[in-house]
Nanobody
Framework: QLQFVESGGGLVQPGGSLRLSCAAS????????IAWFRQAPGKEREGVAC????????NYADAVKGRFTVSRDNAKNTVYLQMNSLKPDDTAVYYC????????????????????WGQGTPVTVSS
């Protein structure tokens, strides 16, 4: 059974940090870019960061550049999102997603390009 399990979300004060994890089971993450998306209440789901299959290529939304870092450990079948200098605007449910086909070298933050999603982990940034 294919499954993504996100973890690491929670309540954090502005300026704080969190590290999200996305662990896959039932399939291997190798050869597939993985992305993180987020959805705030009343807003569309938006791309946050993605990482290529080997980890050598990444893309970030402008809103998180310089604050968030995406990484992956294919041996552990897990992708991470390190979030620093968090702001109230970062409050959302964060989802990881798998790119629809095998792809080497690059990744994209187009929601339509991802075919399998986790259940999400909530992040709240508030004092």
């Amino acid at each position: 059974q294919l499954q993504f399990v996100e973890s690491g979300g929670g309540l954090v004060q502005p300026g704080g940090s969190l590290r999200l994890s996305c662990a896959a089971s039932g399939f291997t993450l190798d050869y597939r870019p993985i992305a993180w998306f987020r959805q705030a209440p009343g807003k569309e789901r938006e791309g946050v960061a993605c990482i290529s299959s080997s980890g050598g290529g990444t893309n970030y939304a402008d809103a998180v550049k310089g604050r968030f870092t995406v990484s992956r450990d294919n041996a552990k079948n897990t992708v991470y999102l390190q979030m620093n200098s968090l702001k109230p605007d970062d409050t959302a449910v964060y989802y990881c997603a798998r790119y629809r086909t095998r792809l080497v070298g690059i990744c994209v933050l187009s929601r339509a390009s991802y075919d399998y999603w986790g259940q999400g982990t909530p992040v709240t940034v508030s004092s």
